[in-house]
């Protein structure tokens, strides 16, 4: 490599590493920004901006799915595994909502673990796998539960 | 023996005539890949146990998603390649790539947004992902505008090239932003560290899509690259002599 073509290297590399850590300062600083949606421990923790729109997501608790006299009011519990809020909407719910499914729902706080929203968002995972290979690791999974409960009795 | 093969590579006439030559084998190739695929992905594949029939869009999504970030990062190399030796052919890459690259982009947000209609419950949102997806469609049309704006072809080859390395920092912010940030969307199935999260009666179809794609770029660029080399040669000896010849 010529003296000439190795300090175009080098500029190159310095435009690129500098764009990258300059792109990484400004994503950082933005992080909260950035963020789709507040998890119910951090709504619980008070990290959210209360009487402000936002988004809270998390897995629709079991069991928690209410259905109001006029038919369209929904309320359930949202949850990250460690806290828990309420959430209130009225109208459509996607196709796959559904209890144990994670959900975004967009809305106001009121009070402290109480989420009116005004649009409620599916989020789905990452799994893809045919109805009978996910029955059978259901199967599979109640059995191993069933065989641990019985081993502890 | 590798060097001579890149000098000759990079030698015009030589490109011309080993493109036109490749062109018709990734042409059916990829007509094949993409039958196979779609045969297999619409047809043998089974429904997914949540999403049903629409899952499928992924045979479409997730593949271009992938090119349009394939097609950026090639660019990016072919770029460097021109600024540091100014090789003619590298630069000839960059722009022959860009638009391609620019409707790979836009068929990843489209289909993705007719998929997201009917399982999130929403056209667009404004999450990490799909923002980071949009500004790469606008800095491969920034591109394209860039290239057009300036007359003399050699500079204005510098000032993509420039450009596209400026931008490629986009590609790890797109690929990471699922895990960095609480997203709508979901987070890598196929490439990650852990094996797939995806049953191998669906990876198979997506994969076969993914070559298709991927042969797809090749020989619409090999056709791109041709055409754009003899208008930038039409002077030279090798085009007359071509020219003279039919």
């Known amino acids: ?153 | 023996m590798f060097n001579n093969f890149f000098h000759k590579m990079a030698s015009p006439k030589y490109f011309y005539r080993i493109a036109g030559s490749l062109i018709p084998w990734l042409a059916g190739a990829c007509l094949l890949f993409t039958l196979a695929g779609l045969y297999y992905g619409l047809y043998l594949a089974p429904p997914d146990y949540q999403q049903g029939e629409s899952y499928r869009i992924m045979f479409i999504h997730v593949p271009a998603a992938w090119m349009s970030m394939f097609v950026y990062v090639v660019m990016a190399g072919a770029g460097a390649i021109g600024l540091v030796w100014r090789i003619k052919l590298a630069e000839i890459m960059v722009i022959s790539s860009a638009p391609i690259g620019a409707s790979f982009t836009f068929l990843a947000l489209v289909s993705g947004s007719l998929w997201g209609k009917p399982m999130w419950g929403a056209w667009w949102v404004w999450d990490a992902r799909l923002t980071a997806e949009l500004i790469l469609l606008f800095l491969y049309l920034g591109i394209i505008a860039l290239h057009g704006a300036i007359e003399d072809r050699r500079t204005a080859a510098r000032a993509v090239a420039i450009l596209t390395l400026v931008g490629v920092i986009n590609i790890p912010i797109i690929h990471f932003s699922v895990e960095w940030w609480n997203t709508l969307h979901q987070g890598p199935t196929v490439t990650r560290f852990d094996k797939p999260a995806i049953h191998i009666s669906m990876l198979i179809p997506l994969l076969l899509m993914a070559v298709a794609f991927k042969l797809y770029y090749a020989f619409v660029v090999l056709m791109r690259a041709r055409c754009e080399l003899l208008e930038r040669e039409s002077n030279a000896g090798w085009v007359r002599e071509l020219v003279e010849s039919k």
């Not at chain 1, 300062?25 to 920004?33: G, K, Q, T």
């Open chain 1, 1 to 153: 490599m010529t003296p000439k073509r190795r300090q175009r290297v080098l500029l190159i590399a310095v435009m690129v590493i500098g764009v990258g850590i300059a792109a990484g300062f400004a994503l950082n600083a933005f992080n909260e920004n950035l963020m789709f949606f507040y998890t119910p421990s951090k709504v619980v923790a008070g990290e959210a901006p209360a009487g402000h729109l936002i988004r809270v997501g998390g897995l629709v608790t079991k069991d928690s799915v209410k259905r109001q006299q006029d038919g369209l009011t929904v309320v359930f519990d949202i949850t990250d595994n460690a806290e828990t809020i309420q959430v209130q909407y009225t109208g459509i719910l996607p196709d796959l909502f559904r209890e144990g499914q994670g959900i975004v729902a967009h809305g106001r706080l009121q009070g402290d673990r109480m989420f009116v929203a005004d649009e409620v968002l599916a989020k789905h995972d990452e799994n893809y796998m045919p109805p009978e290979v996910a029955d059978a690791l259901k199967t599979a999974h109640e059995a191993g539960v069933a065989g641990k409960a019985a081993a502890t009795n």
